[in-house]
């Protein structure tokens, strides 16, 4: 993955889902760290010239960095259960909304490099445990439910970080509760 590649900064930038294929509801309206707000765009409308795997978030533009997006593949999230989908683009949308995404990119660009695999993993636990807390606080699901991430985890995680994943997800689900 290279962060500086984005490709095309004219991009057909789509908001579900009045003009997508997607047929699910919480496409709901986010600002990155900055108030600059953000958009869904389908990789399929677009011209990227790095592989998506089936969802990221993307910088469209570089110098300066702007223009945030959630780039998908419209069958990976037609794919996916209503807990599913809900949990995936929380866990991307709070990649721009606290800053990370935007602090890997100037990370890259500063040092021509990545962070540490465990500055990055950080970064991925911090999106699935804030993930986490919204399916119960906004989206009210049950722990039940929350288990059923499991065939996702399993498909989007290397097999062995899966436990792990999947027990700090439920960790961070239970010590939501709201204080009275």
């Given at each position: 993955m290279n962060f500086l590649a984005l490709g095309d900064s004219q991009a057909n930038i789509v908001k579900p889902p009045q003009e997508s294929n997607v047929l699910r509801r919480n496409f709901s309206r986010y600002t990155d760290h900055r108030g600059e707000e953000g958009r869904y765009v389908d990789v399929n409308s677009?011209?990227?010239?790095?592989?998506?795997?089936?969802?990221?978030?993307?910088?469209?533009?570089q110098n300066p960095i702007s223009k945030?997006?959630?780039?998908?593949e419209i069958d990976f999230l037609n794919s996916l259960s209503d807990v599913e989908f809900d949990f995936t683009l929380e866990h991307e949308r709070y990649h721009l909304t606290s800053g990370d995404a935007f602090r890997a990119y100037k990370y890259y660009e500063e040092h021509n490099k990545y962070q540490?695999?465990?500055d990055l993993q950080?970064?991925?636990?911090?999106?699935?445990?804030?993930?986490?807390?919204q399916l119960k606080r906004q989206f009210n699901y049950s722990r039940a439910d929350v288990e059923s991430?499991?065939?996702?985890?399993?498909?989007?995680?290397?097999?062995?970080?899966?436990?792990?994943?999947?027990?700090?997800?439920?960790?961070?689900?239970d010590e939501s509760v709201p204080k009275l």
């Open positions: 677009v011209s990227l010239s790095q592989d998506i795997f089936l969802i990221a978030v993307r910088y469209l533009d945030p997006v959630i780039a998908y540490t695999r465990r950080a970064i991925e636990d911090d999106a699935d445990a804030h993930a986490a807390r991430l499991r065939p996702l985890i399993n498909r989007v995680t290397s097999q062995y970080q899966q436990d792990e994943r999947m027990k700090n997800i439920l960790v961070c689900y």
